[in-house]
């Protein structure tokens, strides 16, 4: 699934790609991936511009003119695609539908605008979808209205770190940071690194933790995720940002992917396990539960 920094990537692509171009066509293959009505769509979409794109943990919210919003969740395989004249964007699940030609039968959406370019919304499993709602409204939808903190936001604390996870004291911890009605966005491969810089074992209780493993990963979240927002995100291949560059995080990561190879900080051998269904990598040397001799 794509993670925040993947989302948040896209987001800053297609703001410079999209904004205040008239749409004016839409076509859709399934109602489950484009559960709108026709006459919404005339009324609210056909006509309107997209005039800002937000990013609220792993969805898009592209507002529009007409004071609605197309509210775009990629799920598992979902993919957005800018085709213009000189310019290919694409962001998302990596499969080749990022850089063939469009439309293929991952295809679900496509906005056409003003000026010939188009966007495609692409979803091999069609669990994503482009949902229609009023931009007023959006915040008190039940999915808005329980997502926890953004980790990147300029009001998140430690302290906000420490009480919003406070919600799940018997948890692993990386379950806990990986559950987005705790902090929007995190997902298996920011956990992994996150956890690993700040020196806390993946399944450490987070009733173990202290002051310092609180303010510890608190710091080492925003580095991880604003690293990979440098890099333009951690796909590894079939991935292209909107100046053709293909994201690049998985080269910098310290542990994920990295099982039996020297770990950065002791040379030990980095371990892969699996935690609450999960793939997990870490360090069992420095990464060590708190009163326990093994790791998981």
């Known amino acids: 699934m794509p993670e ?3 989302v ?9 790609l999209v904004l205040d171009k008239p749409i004016t066509k839409v076509v859709f293959d399934t109602p489950k991936s484009f559960p709108n009505s026709s006459a ?10 997209v005039t800002t794109i937000e990013r609220r943990a792993k969805v898009l919210i592209l507002e529009l003119s007409s004071g609605y919003s197309l509210i775009t969740h990629l799920k598992m395989t979902g993919q957005l695609v800018y085709d213009g004249e000189s310019i290919h964007f694409g ?3 990596p499969s080749t539908s990022l850089v063939d030609k469009l439309p293929d039968k991952t295809t679900r959406v496509i ?11 692409n979803d091999q499993r069609k669990f994503g979808w482009m949902k229609l709602w009023p931009t007023a409204a959006i915040k008190e939808q039940d999915f808005f209205k329980n997502l926890g903190p953004e980790p990147l936001a300029d009001n998140f604390t430690w302290q906000m770190l420490r009480d919003s996870l406070s919600r799940r004291a018997r948890s692993a911890i990386k379950p806990a940071i990986m559950d987005q009605h705790i902090i929007a966005g995190i997902g298996n491969i920011y956990a992994d690194e996150s956890l690993w810089s700040a020196k806390i074992n993946p399944a450490t209780p987070v009733g173990a933790l202290k002051v310092r493993d609180y ?15 440098r890099k333009g995100g951690s796909t590894d291949r079939n991935y292209v940002d909107a100046e ?3 994201g690049s995080y998985l080269e910098f990561a310290s542990v994920f992917r990295r099982e039996s190879q020297p770990c950065p900080r002791c040379r030990k051998a980095i371990v ?12 069992p040397h420095c990464q060590k539960i708190p009163g326990r001799r093994s790791s998981i």
């Open 215 to 229: 303010r510890n990963l608190h710091r080492s979240i925003r580095e991880v995720l604003n690293l990979s927002l």
């Open 111 to 121: 906005l056409s605008f003003n000026d010939g370019s188009k966007l495609y919304f």
């Open 272 to 283: 892969k396990t699996r935690l609450a269904g999960r793939g997990t990598h870490y360090c």
């Open 8 to 16: 948040e990537t896209i987001r800053r692509g297609l703001s410079r």
């Open 4 to 6: 925040l920094p993947e």
């Open 244 to 246: 053709g560059r293909r």
């Open 91 to 93: 962001g998302g699940h």
């Open 40 to 49: 919404e769509v005339r009324r609210f979409l056909v006509g309107a511009s």
